[in-house]
């Protein structure tokens, strides 16, 4: 099946530690890398999507974002569901193409975050995601939300602290392959286990990175992409599942919105779990990508931490997963976090992945999730 | 987002949870039942999760429940927050149906696990009675 949408330039920065970096620079470098990878000149861009910044916020982060490019779009608006973001943007540029309403949207993130907010910056302004009456008060921040999470999996499905910390080695490994990832000092299960207390039992190295950075794609109709540089990834499939916002009103601590957004996603693409070729998911802590590879289905439940003790997450494993390190170990620098997911999928789908590369990769699944597994989006984009 | 000032950020009551803030004050734990299709909610709001319908009656709660899940924080989100660190963050199923996020007694600690039974009560921060999490017996 197809969508009628293609992606047909991607790009990020460098990321990390990013000293003189801003939001809207980072942004301007993602956008004009995407579309000179895209052989596209900024006025064939008709369509603009943005998300949002932690470090120059604004209620109109598309408009502001046109206003520093100088470029004026017929379409251009600001999407915001957390780490679910840069999918749903994808699949609603790919809606926007589909429809005949645009020919070329540019779908841009980034931000500053280590060094314009630090740590504990990021870490508080994070926490404001929680319930205001309900669950603020109590001293929830975003790490104790996935812990509840985490204790609650490894009760119902026997999940161990060393399963969770075989997928952050897994991630740094990848990672090492990597020139630009932030992340590149190999680590062990022990350092993992030995790693400062966060929200137990999550430790420090079981959490994402904090991240300056910014990544763009450029999603295309088949007519505009039949004129661009390199062989355009079509967008097969996408889905949407949204179960609650807060994780004190959560239906299940087991069960989320990516079982039936990537059934979508693979029902529109006509393909199956075990069809994908490489995968490249939201891994915000590593129980986030344990309870979506076996509520995706990749896995069967309680199986994803043994996969990943036995190397099946790695490049030539049964399911090479966030190959570039994902936000464990490459970057997460806000929306642009989830972008990154994209971006390598395009890499590996190109065959571009130099030492990264997973061997004849045809098929790939991309999926972000925003809030605390709250906001799910699911995408299979595939080459022939 | 209420009174946030340096200290706890504490809950600011809107229209449609008014009556629970108002029970804690009262040592009365409350919950909201839709009088339409008898749905509890799991948290108070304006109208029904199930069948939205606006007819929601708050009752008493016997404030006991079981645990759902628990964690320690370590690192903490606030200042006011990193100077009570360590502290425990309990999700507990109400009997009636409804859930609570609350902290916990210290003396709960050496047993809280996941399906314990625990009892709620009330704690004073800052001038208001916050739910938390006590031994049932």
């Given at each position: 099946?197809?969508?009628?949408?293609?992606?047909?330039g991607?790009?990020?920065?460098?990321?990390?530690?990013?000293?003189?970096?801003?939001?809207?620079?980072?942004?301007?470098?993602?956008?004009?890398?995407?579309?000179?990878?895209?052989g596209?000149?900024v006025?064939?861009?008709?369509?603009?999507?943005?998300?949002?910044?932690?470090?120059?916020?604004?209620?109109?982060?598309?408009?502001?974002?046109?206003?520093?490019?100088?470029?004026?779009?017929?379409?251009?608006?600001?999407?915001?569901?957390?780490?679910?973001?840069?999918?749903?943007?994808?699949?609603?540029?790919a809606?926007?193409?589909?429809?005949?309403?645009?020919?070329?949207?540019?779908?841009?993130t980034?931000?500053?975050?280590?060094?314009?907010?630090?740590?504990?910056?990021?870490?508080?302004?994070?926490?404001?995601?929680?319930?205001p009456?309900?669950e603020?008060?109590?001293?929830i921040s975003?790490?104790?939300?996935?812990?509840?999470?985490?204790?609650?999996?490894?009760?119902e499905?026997?999940?161990?602290?060393?399963?969770?910390?075989?997928?952050?080695?897994?991630?740094?490994?990848?990672a090492?392959?990597?020139?630009?990832?932030?992340?590149?000092?190999?680590?062990?299960?022990?350092?993992?286990?030995?790693?400062?207390?966060?929200?137990?039992?999550?430790?420090?190295?079981?959490?994402?990175?904090?991240?300056?950075?910014?990544?763009?794609?450029?999603?295309?109709?088949?007519?505009?992409?039949?004129?661009?540089?390199?062989?355009?990834?079509?967008?097969?499939?996408?889905?949407?599942?949204?179960?609650h916002?807060?994780?004190?009103?959560?239906?299940?601590?087991?069960?989320?919105?990516?079982?039936?957004s990537?059934?979508?996603?693979?029902a529109?693409?006509?393909?199956?779990?075990?069809?994908?070729?490489?995968a490249?998911?939201?891994?915000?802590f590593?129980?986030?990508?344990?309870?979506?590879?076996?509520?995706?289905?990749?896995?069967?439940?309680?199986?994803?931490?043994?996969?990943?003790?036995?190397?099946?997450?790695?490049i030539?494993?049964?399911?090479?997963?966030?190959?570039?390190?994902?936000?464990?170990?490459?970057?997460?620098?806000?929306?642009?976090?989830?972008?990154?997911?994209?971006?390598?999928?395009?890499?590996?789908?190109?065959?571009?992945?130099?030492?990264?590369?997973v061997r004849?990769?045809?098929?790939?699944?991309?999926?972000?999730d925003?809030?605390?597994?709250?906001?799910?989006?699911s995408?299979?984009?595939?080459?022939? | 987002?209420?009174?946030?000032g340096?200290?706890?950020?504490?809950?600011?009551?809107?229209?449609?949870t008014?009556?629970?803030?108002?029970?804690?004050?009262?040592?009365?734990?409350?919950?909201?039942t839709?009088?339409?299709?008898?749905?509890?909610?799991?948290?108070?709001?304006?109208?029904?999760?199930?069948?939205?319908?606006?007819?929601?009656?708050?009752?008493?709660?016997?404030?006991?429940?079981?645990?759902?899940?628990?964690?320690?924080?370590?690192r903490?989100?606030?200042?006011?927050?990193?100077?009570?660190?360590?502290?425990?963050?309990?999700?507990?199923d109400m009997?009636?149906?409804?859930r609570?996020?609350?902290?916990?007694?210290?003396?709960?600690?050496?047993?809280?696990?996941?399906?314990?039974?625990?009892?709620?009560?009330?704690?004073?921060?800052?001038g208001?009675?916050?739910?938390?999490?006590?031994?049932?017996?």
């Amino acid at each position: 099946m197809t969508m009628n949408a293609f992606i047909t330039g991607a790009y990020d920065t460098a990321v990390g530690k990013l000293p003189g970096s801003s939001c809207m620079g980072l942004h301007a470098e993602a956008a004009l890398g995407a579309l000179a990878d895209a052989g596209l000149t900024v006025g064939e861009i008709d369509g603009v999507l943005c998300a949002y910044s932690f470090t120059e916020p604004h209620l109109m982060l598309a408009s502001v974002f046109c206003e520093v490019l100088g470029i004026h779009p017929g379409t251009c608006l600001a999407i915001q569901a957390g780490g679910a973001t840069a999918c749903i943007m994808i699949m609603q540029a790919a809606a926007l193409v589909a429809s005949g309403q645009c020919q070329n949207v540019l779908v841009v993130t980034g931000d500053n975050r280590l060094s314009g907010l630090s740590r504990d910056g990021a870490v508080a302004a994070l926490a404001e995601v929680g319930h205001p009456q309900f669950e603020r008060p109590f001293g929830i921040s975003v790490p104790a939300a996935y812990a509840l999470v985490a204790r609650r999996y490894m009760h119902e499905y026997g999940a161990t602290s060393e399963q969770l910390a075989a997928i952050a080695v897994q991630h740094r490994t990848h990672a090492l392959l990597h020139p630009k990832a932030q992340q590149r000092t190999p680590i062990t299960v022990s350092d993992v286990l030995a790693s400062k207390e966060i929200a137990s039992p999550l430790r420090m190295l079981d959490c994402c990175l904090i991240s300056d950075g910014g990544a763009a794609v450029i999603v295309s109709s088949k007519a505009a992409a039949a004129g661009t540089r390199h062989k355009a990834v079509e967008i097969l499939g996408a889905g949407q599942g949204h179960t609650h916002e807060h994780i004190v009103a959560a239906p299940s601590l087991t069960d989320f919105g990516c079982k039936s957004s990537s059934a979508t996603a693979f029902a529109r693409a006509g393909v199956t779990a075990a069809d994908i070729d490489v995968a490249e998911i939201y891994d915000s802590f590593t129980i986030t990508l344990l309870v979506e590879l076996e509520s995706i289905g990749f896995f069967e439940r309680g199986s994803a931490g043994i996969a990943a003790e036995r190397g099946d997450l790695g490049i030539g494993g049964r399911l090479p997963c966030n190959t570039h390190g994902g936000l464990l170990s490459y970057a997460h620098s806000g929306a642009a976090g989830g972008m990154f997911h994209a971006v390598e999928a395009v890499h590996q789908l190109r065959g571009h992945a130099e030492a990264r590369q997973v061997r004849d990769a045809k098929l790939a699944f991309v999926h972000g999730d925003g809030g605390i597994l709250s906001a799910h989006c699911s995408l299979v984009l595939g080459v022939h | 987002m209420g009174r946030t000032g340096m200290g706890r950020p504490l809950p600011n009551p809107a229209a449609e949870t008014r009556s629970f803030w108002e029970g804690c004050s009262e040592g009365e734990l409350r919950y909201q039942t839709c009088e339409a299709c008898g749905v509890v909610q799991i948290t108070p709001r304006s109208v029904c999760s199930h069948c939205q319908s606006a007819l929601l009656a708050w009752k008493r709660s016997s404030a006991v429940g079981t645990v759902l899940s628990f964690t320690t924080v370590h690192r903490a989100p606030t200042e006011a927050f990193r100077a009570m660190a360590p502290y425990t963050i309990v999700m507990v199923d109400m009997n009636e149906g409804f859930r609570l996020m609350v902290n916990c007694d210290r003396a709960l600690l050496p047993t809280l696990a996941i399906g314990g039974r625990v009892r709620i009560g009330f704690e004073d921060v800052d001038g208001m009675k916050l739910p938390h999490a006590q031994a049932l017996s």
